[in-house]
């Protein structure tokens, strides 16, 4: 009889816990680092330097980071 799936278990996607804005700026405030799920390249990320919030884009520079109304109300935000 031929066998039309695998004998093998199937693997559970792994879930990434996400957190919404206020959750990841907490993180944020205690010296972590956080990104977007929606920012794909892991190269964007946030941080706070000398009091200010920064965010690091994949040209390897910091900018001063003006949240917008899509990063507050973001449910995707996980710690780097």
Known sequence: M???TSPLPKKEPKL???LD???A?????SGKKIHRLEWEDKEYYCFINDSVLVLHKPDNKNYQWVLSIGDLMALDWIII
Do not use: G, R
């Open 2 to 4: 031929e066998q039309t």
């Open 16 to 18: 990434i816990p996400t």
């Open 21 to 23: 804005f206020s959750q």
């Open 25 to 29: 700026i907490k993180e944020v405030i």
